[in-house]
């Protein structure tokens, strides 16, 4: 059976864009194993060659002084506003989406790696890129067909309902949210709850999610996103004519578990 690599080392190495809305601390580590493999090494697979942000009062620009990288800000609340429409209107997005595509065009990135970034990306966007995201949940987890973590608060979701542990997953940015192809699922992470915190008090429970996203950063994300990026730089992940993606050549239909 034909597998299409999701990249072919042969073409070179990996150019991606990272995209981020805040801290942008998951870019951060991806940008360390890069330089980390390039010390080691001598070189690595990939490169990150610009930094995206969608939001003025991100660190992108302290991001890319620290890596020598440019950096390019397209405050989406200013261009909603100038609009004079809400920042639900999809259709303006897709507008947004494609002068951002218009201003990354001279970087030659194929790749596009979603480190926190909070905007809806419209196909604009998706279609230009491959996308890869960074959730925190197990993605594999479903309920009546459907993923049963997604959205915006995964972790908390997952500890009301009684979840003793959380993970991450990486996966493909398709044009369901948090609905793509899983790449890599992290180890589990045991839930804490702190004794003098309730789950029935909406301070507490909101405490509680905090203390967990940021634990599942440093197991979760801060380990898997590095590790998608370098495997598929190095041609190790492919997809069959059917979209069903493979590691090393063996199917991997809830992704990889590491």
């Known amino acids: ?146 993923r049963r973590w997604t959205g915006g608060h995964a972790v908390r979701d997952a500890i009301i309902a009684g979840e003793k542990t959380i993970c991450s997953s990486t996966h493909l940015v398709e044009p369901l949210v948090d609905g793509g192809r899983i790449l890599m699922i992290s180890a589990p992470l045991t839930v804490e709850i702190p004794s003098h915190l309730s789950l029935t008090n909406s301070r507490d429970l909101r405490e509680i999610e905090q203390l967990n996203q940021d634990r599942l950063k440093k197991t979760g994300d801060w380990v898997i996103m590095p590790k998608t990026i370098e495997y598929i730089a190095r041609g190790r992940y492919g997809a069959d004519g059917n979209g069903k993606l493979y590691f090393d050549g063996e199917p991997v239909p809830d992704g990889l578990r590491v």
């Not at 302290?62 to 440019?70: M, R, V, Y």
């Open 1 to 146: 059976m034909k597998l299409k690599k999701l990249h072919d080392p042969e073409d070179g190495e990996l150019r991606i864009v990272g995209l981020m809305s805040g801290s942008g601390t998951n870019l951060r580590k991806v940008l360390e194993h890069e330089t980390a493999l390039r010390i080691n090494l001598g070189r690595s697979p990939y490169r990150i060659v610009a930094i995206f942000s969608d939001n003025y009062l991100s660190a992108a620009t302290e991001l890319g002084k620290d890596f020598n990288l440019p950096v390019i800000i397209r405050d989406i609340k200013s261009f909603y506003n100038a609009h004079n429409l809400p920042r639900q209107d999809m259709t303006l997005r897709e507008e947004y989406d494609k002068q951002t595509v218009a201003a990354l065009a001279p970087y030659g990135a194929s790749c596009a790696i979603y480190a926190g970034y909070m905007s809806i990306t419209t196909p604009v966007f998706i279609n230009a890129f491959l996308g890869i995201n960074v959730h925190p949940a197990d993605l594999s987890v479903t309920i009546n067909g459907k």
